[in-house]
């Protein structure tokens, strides 16, 4: 198993604790990472918005033929994001395993209490690159919104990241 922190500042040297970043998730100060296994929800700008699904122990076939259509993990980004995605560089940072604990299995969360230094880093030149090689079908969606009622409204397993940062509701 690999942990990993993705950025776009390529300058950290120490990762310090610090208050989580959602009003979702209250853990206290933590250095957060992202287990490999949803890694391809952070290979984008830490600002994209995106709506990211795969199947779940409760997906029915009727949700995994409409949604998924043969793809095992799909990431969908709005359309005006789409030139930044692909030429966005990213450092992604791997970090030691010894002080992190699993805080959201469902998203891949882990975090450590401790500040940390990583192992290692790796540079990405274009962002959209990596993400396809990950695995992940990328979808680019003229208006963010629906998909991501639907999504919601399933049976899959999902996260939606940054979608105050989505155009504005349409319909």
């Known amino acids: 198993m690999k942990l990993f ?30 287990a490999e ?15 990211c699904f795969r199947r779940g122990p409760q997906t029915t076939e009727s949700d995994a033929e409409r949604f998924l259509t ?4 799909v990431v969908a980004l709005p359309a005006d994001w ?25 998203a891949g969360y882990w975090i450590s209490r401790e500040a940390v230094e990583p192992a290692a880093m ?16 990328v979808r680019v969606v003229q208006d963010f919104w629906p998909l991501r009622d639907a999504v919601i409204g399933s049976s899959l397993r999902f996260s939606i990241i940054r979608a105050r940062n989505a155009p504005l509701r349409t319909t």
Do not use: K, Q
Not at 91 to 106: I, K, N, Q, T, V
Not at 122 to 137: F, M, Q, V, Y
């Open 5 to 34: 922190h993705v950025s776009e500042d390529f300058t950290i040297g120490r990762f310090e604790p610090r208050p989580s970043p959602s009003t979702n998730i209250t853990l206290g100060v933590c250095v957060w990472s992202i």
């Open 82 to 106: 789409l030139e930044r995605v692909r030429t966005t560089r990213l450092a992604l940072y791997e970090m030691p395993l010894e002080s992190f604990f699993e805080a959201d299995a469902e």
């Open 37 to 51: 296994t949803h890694l391809a929800n952070y290979l984008l700008p830490r600002n994209c918005p995106r709506i």
């Open 70 to 73: 043969g793809a095992t993990h």
């Open 122 to 137: 790796t540079t990405i030149d274009g962002a959209l690159d990596a993400l396809l090689r990950s695995g992940a079908e």
